[in-house]
Every structure is written in C-alpha cells, then in structure tokens.
C-alpha cells in the first residue's frame, strides 16, 4: 500500500483528506478540529515513509486559493472596521502580536532552538496558517533542503493544538470570573448588527396627527430609525411604501425591522394592529429571489433606485445564514437572496433583473479570479526593505490576501466583479485549505516524528502553550477591563488574532449574538497580515 500511494500522489491527497475530514468532525467537549485535522492525518501519513509526501505545486495551489478567498470575503469588513474605533482595535490586537514575537524570542533562547523551529513555534501557537506557508516559502527561496524546510511544520504542528484549546480556556475561564452578561452587551451593541435578533414583520395603523403630511423618508431620517417600510393601504388600495409616500391617519404602515426598532415607530405612528397586509397578495406580492445578475452586484441600492425604475422594495437580504436589512449604501454580492415587494404582474420582470439562477452561480468567473490572483502574486514578490539590510516580501500568503481584501472592498471595477458568490467562495477555501494542510503535513511527517523521538516535542508544546496561554489573556484583560471592549465583541476579536475559526464558533455558543462574527472579521485581516511579517522577521533573525 505504501509502494502505491508513493507513486500516486493523486491518490495519496484524497486518501489523506477524506480522514482527516472524518477525524475533524469529531467534537471533544464541544470543540473539533475541523479542516485542521487533515494537517495531522497528513504528519501520520508521511511519518509511515519518506516518500509519502505531495509535491509543491499541491500546497502552493491550496494557499493561493485559500488566502485570495479570505480577502474577497473579508474586504468590506475589513475597510468598514477602520471607522470610529477599528482602528484602535486593529492597532490593539497588532500590539498583542509584537509582544507575542518577543516572548517567542525568549523561549528561543531558553530552549535553544533554531530560526526555523522558531518561526514555526510562533505560527502554531497563534494557529495561522499562512504565516506558515510565508515561512516555509521564504526558506524555498533561500534554497534550504528538505530537513529545513520541515522544521517550521514540526513546531507548528506541535503547537497548534494548545493554540486552540488554550484560546478556549481563556474565554470560558475569563467569561466565569467576570460574570459577563451576554444579553445586556447584545442590547448595546445594536448599532453593530450583533443583537441577534430576528426581523419581525409588523403592521401599524396610523394614529398620530402629528405625521400626518410627512414623508416616509423624513420620518426615518428625523428619528433615525432603522427599519424597511414596504406597504401602505389607504382607502383599501394597498400600495408600495416608497420613501416620497405621505403618512396621514388612517394608514395602514407594513414595517419590517428589529423587534425594539419596530415598536418605537408603532408608538411614533400609532398602534401595532392585528392586521397582515404582507398576507393580501392580490396586488402585491413577495418573493425570495436570488441574485446572479453580475450588471446589478457592487452598486449601492440607492443607485439601482428600485421603486422607481423596477417598482419593487426589498425589505430584506439574506447573506449566507445571516439576514440583513438593506440601507440606501448596501451593495448586493452574488449569491444573495433578496426578498422583494412589488405589482403582482411585475414579479417576473424583477426576477429577470436579478437574475434568479442558481445554474449560472455554480459557473465562477475564471477572468475575474485569474487577473486577481495574478496580480495578488505579482504583489507578493514585490521585494520590501528591512531596517539594517535585508528585506521580506508578502509571498503567496500575503500578497494575494493584500490584493483581495482591496478587491473585495471595491466589488467591482467596471464589467469585472471580484466578488465570488458566498457558497463558491466557502468552497474554494475549503479546497485551498485543504490542499495546503494535506502537503505541509506529508512533506513534514518524518521529520515530525524524528523531532519527538529526539525528546524536543515537550519543550515545544510548553513553549507553545505559554505564548498562547499569555497572549489569551492579556488580550482579553487589556481589551475588557482597560479600553472597556464588550466581551462579546472582543472574544470574536480574540479569535481574530488567533485567526481561529474554531474559537470563533465557542464564542457564538458562549454568547448567544452576533457580536463575536463582527469582532472576528474586523481584525483578521490585520492579524493574519502582522503574523505573516513577524514569522518571516523571526525566521530571519539568524
């Protein structure tokens, strides 16, 4: 069998990711390994033999793939955290990360290991996968041999999984001590999104004569109220609630929005009724419709000006598993599905305009992605000078991921649209993650076990342990008690340094919001960028 898999590499990829697939579906107190399991059923693998290792191109691949698509995802996010307090928070969590090179020096020097070891120790420790792949790709350039270039792996892999767990640890042990109220920070953190709420769909007669002659649009821009109005019967003619519709008593108001926003424009407007004008579709109707139309996919709504040129409202938008409400300054993204109010007769015209094929979706735009991951890699060798001589470049890891987060920002430039559609985007990351995981592992078993039978695994993993375990908590002390960060956001924030998906979805159960997934995409990115340079600092420190 081993004579066949070396000489199959094909077969020997497969084999590996389907097992470690199986294995990281196993959930040990509620917590598994997910796609990282396929790094260590990759270590097995190639400790049986020598041979048994994928070539380059398979993991190089994987980690163009997976970074490219992290970006498109995390680009609007990304630019939109940099406002009010991003930055700081972006700037926090860098600070953590240096601090977190410098400890990791230190345990070079008391465990006396080498460049390589150290780099890896650093990346395991913070369970960053690209920062890896920068580090083992920057010693191919330097031409280091097989051996060498195993070292990072052998150290990441030996840290990788206190990373996780200690990470864990840290938010249940801090979340006890502090005796943290989750709903309370879910209530102030209404501005983010991050109630966790559902939109209600409500109807409101119109009571107050104090409204009576003002315009949907000034009644939300006067009292800031963040809802979608979608219909309005007056006289029983039921009709589109467009922002120039006049209010006046005796309407009666379709709203739809959080159930506390809701409430305040019953009690502005009148009283909730027990009426269900979105049930009457003799006039009007509704549909849930997907959009795979390229022409309408980065351009602000208030730019598409729905109610006038098609005659339709959306009144909600719903984004993988997520449901949002749409603002005049959303930009729709292939893949979404958008549920629209318009003229009974007019429902198939706006289907057209959005498209609504699921075929055409499950075909990804070869252009778009292959000009940006070219220019994301024409990027990464763009050679950077360093203080004192020398210089690091972004590679494969960061180069496409600065292109990407850039491009996913933009949406679109001219006919091109950069963005994926959500479930290509998840896949391909998928694939890219498991491609990288499945040739690092093979490349890397051997000397793994070497490494472990020398006795220098225990130092490793308490080395590992103790970067983790500080880092953890120093970021959640300063974060909560310091600059006052809700703990639900800053636990999402945490599992952002740690570019942790794992610890993310803890968070969501320990929370019970959305909080987390905000703080969690606000500073990935900055995380992964800082650990990709600070590895390839610590591997070339000599």
């Not at 991050?194 to 009576?212: C, D, F, K, Y």
């Not at 009457?280 to 309408?296: E, G, Q």
Request: aromatic share 8%; charged share 15%.
């Amino acid at each position: 069998m081993i004579d066949i898999l070396a000489t199959n590499p094909i077969l020997l990829l497969f084999i590996v990711s389907a097992i470690g697939y199986l294995l990281g579906r196993i959930r040990i107190g509620g917590v598994s390994l997910g796609v990282a399991a396929v790094l260590f059923v990759g270590l097995a693998f190639g400790a049986l033999d020598q041979r048994l290792r994928l070539p380059d191109i398979i993991y190089l691949l994987g980690l163009v793939i997976f970074v490219y698509t992290i970006g498109l995802s995390s680009g609007p996010g990304f630019i939109a955290s940099l406002r009010r307090r991003g930055l700081r928070n972006n700037l926090f969590i860098g600070g953590i990360l240096v601090v977190a090179a410098g400890l990791t020096m230190l345990i070079r020097a008391i465990l006396n290991l080498n460049s390589a070891q150290t780099a890896g120790l650093f990346a395991g420790s913070l369970t960053n996968t690209p920062a890896l792949a920068a580090i083992i790709e920057q010693l191919a350039q330097l031409g280091a041999d097989e051996a060498l270039r195993a070292e990072p792996v052998v150290g990441y892999s030996v840290a990788y999984p206190v990373g996780v767990l200690g990470m864990i640890l840290a938010i249940y042990l801090t979340r006890r001590l502090w005796r943290i109220d989750f709903a309370q920070e879910a209530h102030l953190l209404h501005e983010l999104g991050a109630t966790g709420e559902s939109l209600i769909n409500r109807t409101i007669r119109v009571t107050n004569p104090a409204v009576a002659g003002q315009t949907i649009a000034d009644l939300v821009k006067q009292h800031q109220w963040n809802v979608i109005f979608s219909r309005r019967q007056r006289d029983g003619r039921l009709e589109l609630a467009t922002g120039t519709a006049q209010i006046a008593p005796g309407d009666l108001i379709n709203v739809v929005g959080a159930p506390e926003t809701v409430a305040q424009v019953a009690a502005t407007l009148g009283e909730e009724t027990n009426d269900h004008l979105e049930l009457d579709r003799h006039t009007l109707d509704f549909r849930r419709i997907f959009v795979s139309n390229p022409a309408v996919v980065g351009i602000p709504l208030r730019n598409l000006n729905l109610p006038s040129t098609m005659g339709a409202v959306i009144t909600r938008i719903r984004r993988g598993d997520v449901e949002l409400l749409p603002h005049g300054d959303t930009t729709l993204e292939l893949g979404d599905r958008v549920r629209v109010v318009t003229q009974r007769d007019n429902m198939d015209r706006v289907s057209a305009f959005f498209g609504d094929s699921y075929r055409s979706l499950a075909e990804v735009d070869v252009v778009s992605l292959g000009l940006g991951v070219a220019l994301g890699i024409l990027v990464g060798l763009i050679p950077f000078p360093l203080p004192g001589g020398g210089s690091f470049s972004l590679g494969l890891a960061g180069g496409p991921l600065i292109v990407a987060l850039l491009l996913g920002w933009r949406g679109r430039t001219g006919p091109i649209v950069w963005s994926l559609p959500y479930s290509a985007n998840l896949t391909l990351r998928q694939v890219g993650m498991t491609l990288f995981l499945a040739g690092v592992g093979t490349r890397a078993g051997y000397s793994f076990v070497n490494t472990l039978t020398q006795g220098n695994g225990l130092p490793l993993f308490l080395g590992g342990a103790l970067i983790t375990v500080s880092v953890a908590f120093a970021t959640l002390f300063i974060g909560y008690r310091l600059l006052k960060i809700p703990f639900s956001l800053l636990a999402g924030m945490l599992a952002g340094l740690q570019t942790q998906p794992a610890v993310l979805a803890f968070a969501n159960e320990q929370t019970g919001n959305e909080a987390p997934n905000v703080g969690y995409a606000m500073v990935y990115p900055t995380a992964t960028i800082v650990k990709i340079i600070l590895a390839q600092l610590l591997l070339g420190s000599g």
